[in-house]
């Protein structure tokens, strides 16, 4: 359920919220792993690009999946087939995960491996285009998906979550040759509200693209499981 944030009950959420979402990313600096918080409106491809990100860099990763979702555990399942640990977490009548969420999902996790052995941790957010970004989960790296049926538009009229991104994939670039949108302003309209995110264009039905999205992942993993430098006392 939604309410508006701007009320002492819904900054009082948020201040919550953010309290256990510290203590989440706590575990995961602890545990050496870095989460990545994967966020879009529904259908514009997470788990389809998931299972193919996923499949390509299980042989140099080690990955789990938290998945979100309101009612069912089908894409739980669909991760799991590819081989991945997931934690299925649903919200029922939420439109987003929570820190809390997140918090027991991993209690979940912890029961079948040692998260310290993982080297990132995915999040799949609930599909939707608002909620999910004011609600941090203790996340290193926010990923918002937008993808071409959606429109040229949507980064101008749902600000928050590209304007909170890390990373923009303007997604299913295979269909572009039948849609009447030009790529471009997709990646301007991101670049207007957002000048700092890293935006890549892909397809996970076609392959095009993945590769550089795949080499930024490695990148940034690698930022975060690099051992702390040494201690010197003097
Ligand atoms: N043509 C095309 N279709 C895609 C691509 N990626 C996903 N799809 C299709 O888009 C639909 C939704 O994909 P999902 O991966 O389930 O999307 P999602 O964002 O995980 O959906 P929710 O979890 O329900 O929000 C499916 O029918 C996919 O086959 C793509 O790159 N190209
Ligand atoms: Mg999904």
Known sequence: MHM?????????????????????????DAWRLL???????????????????????????SM???????????????????????VPITTGRACHLDASMVSGGLKLL?????????DLLWV???????????????????????????????????PVMFREADCVLITKIDLLPYLPVQVERFVDHVNQVNPRARVFLLSASSGEGLGAWHQWLLEQ???????LPALVIR
């Open 110 to 118: 912890k029961q079948r491996l040692d998260p310290a052995a993982l």
């Open 124 to 158: 799949e957010n609930v599909g939707n285009l608002v909620c999910p970004a004011e609600f941090e989960v203790g996340e290193h790296l926010k990923v918002a998906l937008l993808s071409v049926t959606e429109g040229e538009d949507k980064p101008l009229k749902y």
């Open 64 to 86: 789990a999946v938290l998945e979100g979702d309101m009612t069912t555990t089908l894409d739980a399942q669909r991760l799991e087939a590819v081989g991945v640990p997931v």
């Open 4 to 28: 508006p944030l701007t009320d002492t009950l819904g900054l009082n959420l948020l201040a919550a919220n953010q309290h256990q979402a510290d203590h989440n990313r706590q575990h995961f």
């Open 35 to 61: 989460c990545l918080n994967v966020m879009s409106s529904p259908g514009a491809g997470k788990t389809s690009l998931l299972e193919r990100t996923i499949t390509a860099l299980a042989p140099r990763l």
């Open 221 to 227: 993993v690698a930022v975060q499981v690099q051992p």
